[in-house]
């Protein structure tokens, strides 16, 4: 009997504090559960109902009650040795310094949500920032928690951090050269949230969809994403179609290669036959005018009539075509409108046509441009010209045929 007594009196101080370990956790628990359960699902309609970010930082922050009982509960607990009470508390200190370290990043996360519901954050982003930020404050936390592990003071983690600054500007380069561009970006404007850019040497061709502080992420025509570093963009060339969509209108820039031996003076008859363009009537009237008085005043009574100037089929031809185009409803006759001849080439005569639709929307741009390149195609033959174009397989089989 006495030797049960001794032993029971042996077990008992493990007993005791195995009984206020666990009575400490119920405590930790039961706190926890009360503060997410009860009073964080209470507060949930007056928070955000738009978003969870908010109750996820709250419910970050509500971990460091439970900590806090901990850290001090275990110092009640009887018969613990010292070394394992203080491990305990050291962890429960370094958890309360991340729980509220990860409650401020949700509450970041929070802050850039409310942010871009607002007009401007689609062309000024503050992702970035708010990424700095975060690094700024884990870098803090990371000190602070290894400080408390350690049970030293942080200044003296943070002078032994003045050796590694080589080391830490190495590790973060790409960080520091981000955030500089990020800046630059913002402030002058360079670049927002759905613009169309060309970055042809990284194969990005789309609208940019996401600013961060390490990438921008733009999505090709073709749906594909390309992940560009954002301090690329400052250090290398990209071209943005943001003016042209500001400007509303989009270029039409592009050339008929003509058939130069179908270039000739128009006859008499050939004359009366284009004067039945009602777009004519203006530029042969002037011009008739203008030669008129140009061949009186010049030539003499028996000059050869090779001297007088006369009108040509393809002058006559780029008057029907600025004519053409500056009736047209789709183009904007406030911006350049030009149609001019390029030097000649072993490929034809090119004829540019350069004008502004009244839309820079994709597919209908596209179609306005087909349509008038249709028409000046089709009507071409009128003027006596031809579209140039190289032999086919078509052309040398005709040509057999016609010497078998």
């Not at 309609?45 to 460091?64: E, I, Q």
């Not at 009640?76 to 070394?83: A, D, K, Y």
């Not at 992940?227 to 290398?236: A, C, M």
């Not at 009128?382 to 010497?403: N, T």
């Amino acid at each position: 009997m006495e030797q049960l007594q001794q032993n029971f009196a042996e077990q008992l101080p493990w007993v005791q504090s195995l009984i206020g370990l666990v009575l400490l956790a119920l405590a930790a628990l039961a706190v926890n559960f009360v503060l997410k359960k009860v009073i964080l699902r209470a507060a949930a309609p007056f928070l955000d109902t738009r978003s969870l970010t908010a109750d996820k930082a709250a419910a970050r922050l509500a971990n460091v009650i439970p900590l806090l009982i901990v850290s001090k509960g275990i110092m009640l607990v009887p018969n613990l040795p010292e070394g394992v009470r203080v491990v305990v508390q050291n962890l429960a200190e370094a958890g309360i310094v991340l729980s509220i370290a990860f409650a401020i990043s949700g509450a970041l996360n929070y802050v850039n949500e409310l942010y871009a519901r607002r007009p401007e954050a689609k062309s000024r982003p503050i992702k970035g920032y708010v990424q700095v930020v975060k690094i700024v404050l884990f870098a803090g936390a990371a000190i602070l928690a290894i400080a408390v592990l350690m049970e030293e003071s942080p200044l003296l983690l943070l002078s032994g951090l003045g050796a590694m600054a080589a080391v830490l500007m190495l590790v973060f380069k790409d960080t520091i050269l981000s955030l500089v561009a990020s800046v630059q970006l913002t402030s002058n404007d360079m670049l927002r949230v759905g613009d169309w850019i060309e970055m042809p040497q990284l194969n990005a061709d789309g609208d940019v969809i996401d600013i961060a502080l390490h990438t921008v992420k733009v999505q090709n025509w073709d749906k594909t994403i390309t992940t560009i570093p954002t301090h690329r963009l400052i250090s290398e060339s990209y071209r943005n179609w943001r003016g042209m969509k500001d400007a509303g209108g989009r270029r039409i820039k592009r050339s008929m290669f003509l058939d130069q031996n179908a270039v000739r003076f128009l006859s008499d008859d050939e004359l009366a036959t284009v004067r039945r363009f009602r777009l004519l009537d203006d530029y042969l009237a002037r011009k008739d005018e203008e030669l008129r008085d140009w061949n009186a005043s010049t030539l003499g009574e028996n000059c050869d009539r090779v001297n007088a100037r006369r009108i040509t089929n393809i002058g006559t031809f780029r008057a029907y075509v600025i004519a053409y185009i500056k009736a047209h409803p789709h183009i904007r006759d406030d911006m350049t409108m030009l149609v001019r001849q390029l030097p000649p080439s072993p490929q034809g005569l090119p004829l540019e046509i350069y004008c502004f639709t009244s839309t820079t929307v994709w597919n209908d741009y596209e179609a306005i441009q087909s349509d008038i390149f249709d028409h000046l195609l089709a009507i071409l033959p009128e003027f006596g010209l031809r579209i140039y174009q190289e032999p086919s397989g078509l052309d040398f089989q005709g040509m057999l045929r016609a010497s078998a």
